[in-house]
């Protein structure tokens, strides 16, 4: 076929010259998941013998045999995608190793992007500002009385009403997150001119996977005449969103990212691959959030670590493909590596509905017919042969969130307020609080603009329409707006210490809110635009209100935030809320209106409203009303409109002006931008790896430690090694940003490692952002024991359990522990991402071998560790272990492929890279 013969360039038919009659008949007849043929068609298209071998791509072709047997495969996506908290480590690194290449006598334009890259400023915007309301009249009177007043709230003793104005929240959020991000802004502004394959989204445009999926994902490149399949990695784990549309990607380490970008192959171990199963059709008061949570719980009981999940089945087509890139977003929850859905009409027609060129729809569908890539969901003699299938009926699903501390603890929206009273009391863990009995009743009385209120266990102080998992779904935005216009119809509202926000992921959620007349609503309930970004989904909530604050502090409450976002691990949302729940939109906007999560919706009212009681079910949409609107009002016009103008319609970043220099002049006096000390005294030779020697343990951790424990992004506390750090730069408390903001500044990522408050370190036996400095059993800030251990000369381990590094791909959680001088890390299993960002800084993965941990060995983290490392290393290959108590134990080096070991011996990734260019 004229469009298959075009993938191929010259190399492959000349090393692989049967591949073109192979391929076609491998894919059918043997029935490869179509996951496992988008990695095939790329080992084909840039096999050389060189990067990409005939090996591999024979490997592919034989995964039936191969998928169990570790077999390490290249691949090499089409592009990359980064956002600003991992983006401008990643441009700091380029301008840094053009510094070095130029130093050891290189061409230091060689440090240049050969693989496209899309940066989307999205992680910068903080709710600062929300709802702004004004007192009108306070009055103490019958209900009866005053029915012909607006009605905000009812206290007790009085009825206070209040007209609600909507505020320039947008526009103060906006302004002051170019006040904070000027310099950063300006550097990544640079950046997009100093390098080629560069492309920046600015600020105010929406959220990285959104906007992927949106406007940026390409489903089918067209390249010098050349047809092949749209991949991508990107730097932030959430990546996989865009695999709802057919097109494969996943999360990697911002370390990782970078060499692909200068043309490396990502280096994996060829995966099982899950077949997901879906059939039923959900019931019509059910999400796609619903869903997702269903599905995340399920495979994190299944076990997909590491592997492929591609879904099939007649239930896909029931689902729109703003639904499966929910499902998709939230693969790193679930554990998988990537969460494919592949390319069937539905992806043809969101293509066209979001305003995509018709000439390309064209060739997409003839091209990915031709390469058997094109799924028939109906079809069941094109269903794959897969390593394992499970299956869910979606008919099954009930309204659910997932919480208080993990996105794969899904409670079901029935057992809310049961569940939450249980954790009170449970056991300190991911599902306990650990409260005595008697404090369960708490309440503490507080004011809030002259009125009293009162918190307790449970009530809402955050809720929050957030994240690209749910504002890319124009079905639960809508069925938001809908629910807020039934229960201002029905006078119920949400009380005003509740920060209450609405973050869309792109222009167009905004467009057809308004278009479809939901908005208003929205907006008199609190939910206003605050600005176009990942806000509250990744920690920037913004402050809470004193008197709130002060409230929970007093009573050491549980206060609740409830969110549509992806992640709630503790202390990530806000460090004033315990208990954070994820939810839909429309859920987002109930627990609201309740004011806590201790309510059971079937049996109790959301709101009682002149003496009539109001439920949940006589405000909630259905899922044809919902469509409905849908159908009026998301349309076409409205992306064309959005995204034709979005690189150039914000003009702060207009006016922003940058250097042109290709070097970069480092200016000593920033506190954002900074030279790393990464390739500080590189030589082009290469070191030989020396064994870790008398290694003390710097901290000592449970399970689940969490890349936001390790690297938070979160506000820079006030008492903390950073802050200590910019106050002695100048600055004052309200100038110090967020740890996100400031990741192109190693002085303070380096003291923000390990900085959680919620870091719960088995010396100390609390959570707290410290640890025990063994000499002298001082008790001191991570970083500052960190600093005495290196002064002196010390090596540095770390002790951990299951799931070291889950959470977000994040890069500093491998540079800062490599800046503290930590060697190796010891931990019963390891999140995929963040194992390979410690290989890509040099720092050694340990692994218990199989049932054993720091327990069943004795081990206290009170002992000195020597780690016994041969001159000769393998892949995965086990080392022995001396403590100075005499006790010996093995552990496998998580070095899973031979390029990982390359990485190591040079000293990690970014070396292995400037060593490379240097030598050419």
């Known amino acids: 076929m004229p469009v298959n013969n075009k993938v191929l360039n010259n190399s492959c038919l000349v090393v692989v010259p049967h591949i073109i009659d192979v391929i076609i008949a491998t894919v059918t007849e043997q029935r490869l998941p179509f996951s496992i043929r988008v990695l095939l068609e790329s080992a084909v298209r840039n096999c050389d013998e060189f990067?990409?071998?005939?090996?591999?791509?024979?490997?592919?072709?034989?995964?039936?045999?191969?998928?169990?047997?570790?077999?390490?495969?290249?691949?090499?996506?089409?592009?990359?995608?980064?956002?600003?908290?991992?983006?401008?480590?990643?441009?700091?690194?380029?301008?840094?190793?053009?510094?070095?290449?130029?130093?050891?006598?290189?061409?230091?334009?060689?440090?240049?992007?050969?693989?496209?890259?899309?940066?989307?400023?999205?992680?910068?915007?903080?709710?600062?500002?929300?709802?702004?309301?004004?007192l009108i009249i306070l009055i103490k009177k019958k209900k009866s009385e005053i029915l012909i007043l607006l009605h905000f709230y009812i206290s007790e003793e009085m009825y206070i009403f209040s007209m609600h104005f909507r505020s320039d929240s947008l526009q103060k959020n906006q302004e002051l997150e170019f006040e904070r991000n000027k310099e950063r802004f300006e550097f990544l502004k640079w950046g997009s001119k100093a390098f080629q394959n560069m492309r920046i989204i600015p600020p105010g445009s929406g959220i990285v996977h959104q906007v992927n999926l949106e406007y940026l994902a390409r489903v089918v490149f067209q390249q010098d005449g050349h047809y092949y399949p749209d991949s991508l990695v990107g730097t932030d784990s959430h990546t996989t969103m865009i695999n709802g549309l057919g097109v494969l990607g996943w999360g990697v380490g911002g370390i990782e990212a970078e060499a692909v970008m200068l043309g490396q192959p990502i280096s994996m171990v060829l995966p099982e691959v899950i077949g997901y199963r879906l059939k039923g059709t959900p019931n019509k008061f059910i999400t796609s959030t619903d869903i997702v949570l269903t599905v995340?719980?399920?495979?994190?009981q299944v076990g997909v670590v590491g592997k492929f999940v591609e879904f099939y089945g007649p239930g896909v087509a029931q689902l729109s493909i703003a639904d499966r890139a929910t499902i998709a977003n939230m693969c790193p929850e679930y554990g998988a590596t990537a969460a494919f859905f592949p390319v069937d009409h539905i992806s043809i027609q969101y293509l066209e509905q979001t305003g995509r060129d018709v000439e390309k729809l064209s060739y997409i569908s003839q091209y990915l017919k031709a390469v058997g890539m094109y799924r028939d969901y109906s079809n069941e003699t094109q269903d794959p042969d897969f390593t394992k299938v499970v299956e869910l009926d979606l008919c099954t699903v009930v309204p659910c969130c997932s919480g208080p501390k993990r996105p794969q603890d899904r409670v079901a929206v029935s057992e809310m307020k049961e569940d939450f009273e249980s954790c009170l009391a449970a056991k300190q863990g991911f599902k306990g609080f650990?409260?005595?009995?008697?404090?369960?009743?708490?309440?503490?009385?507080?004011q809030y603009n002259d009125v009293d209120y009162s918190l307790s266990h449970g009530s809402v102080v955050i809720a929050a329409i957030t994240s690209c998992t749910?504002?890319?779904?124009?079905?639960?935005?809508?069925?938001?707006?809908?629910?807020?216009k039934k229960a201002i119809e029905h006078g119920l509202s949400v009380k005003p210490y509740i920060k209450t926000s609405l973050s869309p992921g792109s222009g167009v959620v905004t467009y057809y809110l308004k278009e479809s007349g939901v908005m208003d609503y929205l907006v008199k309930l609190g939910f206003e635009v605050v600005g176009y970004g990942c806000m509250t989904c990744i920690g920037n909530s913004g402050p809470l209100p004193d008197p709130v604050v002060e409230a929970i502090t007093k009573g050491d409450l549980v206060a609740a935030g409830v969110l549509s976002g992806n992640r709630n691990f503790e202390g990530r949302?806000?460090?004033?809320?315990?208990?954070?729940?994820?939810?839909?939109?429309?859920?987002?906007?109930?627990?609201?209106?309740?004011?806590t999560v201790k309510i059971d919706f079937e049996k109790e009212p959301i709101g009682n409203v002149n003496g009539k009681e109001v439920y949940l079910r006589d405000i909630?949409?259905?899922?044809?009303?919902?469509?409905?609107?849908?159908?009026?009002?998301?349309?076409?016009?409205?992306?064309?409109?959005?995204?034709?103008?979005?690189?150039k319609v914000n003009d702060r970043w207009n006016s922003l002006n940058a250097p042109s220099d290709k070097l970069y002049t480092w200016d000593v006096k920033s506190t954002y931008i900074k030279s790393p000390p990464f390739f500080d005294g590189l030589t082009k030779e290469l070191q030989q790896p020396k064994s870790i020697v008398d290694a003390y343990v710097l901290l000592n951790l449970g399970d689940s430690v969490t890349t936001d424990h390790i690297s938070p992004a979160g506000n820079i506390a006030r008492n903390s090694p950073a802050a200590r750090y910019l106050t002695s730069r100048g600055l004052t408390p309200r100038e110090f940003n967020s740890y996100g903001s400031r990741r192109g500044n190693d002085a303070v990522m380096a003291r923000g490692t390990f900085a959680n408050i919620r870091l719960l370190n088995k010396f100390l036996n609390k959570q707290a952002p410290s640890t025990i400095y063994l000499p002298t059993e001082e008790m001191m800030d991570v970083y500052d024991a960190a600093e005495k251990y290196q002064q002196a000369g010390h090596p540095l381990l770390v002790l951990a359990g299951?799931?070291?590094?889950?959470?977000?791909?994040?890069?500093?959680?491998?540079?800062?522990?490599f800046l503290l001088g930590i060697k190796a890390v010891l931990a019963e299993s390891y999140e995929r991402i963040h194992r390979s960002n410690l290989v890509g800084m040099g720092v050694i993965p340990?692994?218990?071998?199989?049932?054993?941990?720091?327990?069943?060995?004795?081990?206290?983290?009170?002992?000195?560790?020597?780690?016994?490392?041969?001159?000769?290393?393998?892949?995965?290959?086990i080392v022995d272990i001396k403590l100075d108590t005499g006790k010996t134990f093995q552990a496998r080096m998580r070095f899973d492929t031979d390029v990982e070991l390359t990485y190591f011996h040079h000293g990690g990734i970014l070396n292995y890279m400037i060593h490379k260019m240097t030598d050419n």
């Open 51 to 134: 990067l990409v071998k005939k090996e591999d791509v024979e490997s592919i072709l034989n995964w039936k045999q191969t998928q169990t047997q570790t077999v390490e495969v290249p691949f090499r996506p089409a592009r990359v995608i980064l956002q600003d908290f991992t983006g401008v480590p990643a441009v700091v690194d380029f301008a840094a190793m053009r510094d070095a290449v130029k130093k050891l006598g290189g061409d230091p334009e060689k440090i240049n992007p050969v693989c496209p890259a899309d940066l989307v400023i999205d992680h910068s915007i903080q709710v600062d500002f929300n709802r702004k309301y004004v």
């Open 296 to 300: 995340t719980k399920h495979l994190r």
């Open 434 to 446: 650990q409260l005595p009995p008697e404090r369960h009743d708490v309440s503490v009385p507080f």
């Open 470 to 484: 749910n504002t890319s779904n124009p079905s639960v935005m809508l069925g938001a707006g809908l629910l807020a």
């Open 573 to 595: 949302v806000h460090p004033n809320t315990r208990a954070n729940y994820l939810a839909s939109p429309p859920l987002v906007i109930a627990y609201a209106i309740a004011g």
């Open 620 to 647: 909630w949409p259905t899922r044809e009303e919902i469509q409905a609107v849908e159908r009026e009002f998301v349309i076409p016009a409205m992306f064309k409109e959005v995204y034709e103008k979005v690189e």
């Open 802 to 817: 299951k799931e070291y590094g889950s959470g977000s791909s994040r890069d500093w959680a491998a540079k800062g522990p």
């Open 846 to 877: 340990l692994e218990y071998l199989n049932g054993e941990t720091a327990d069943s060995l004795g081990l206290t983290g009170r002992e000195r560790y020597t780690v016994a490392i041969p001159p000769q290393l393998t892949p995965r290959m």
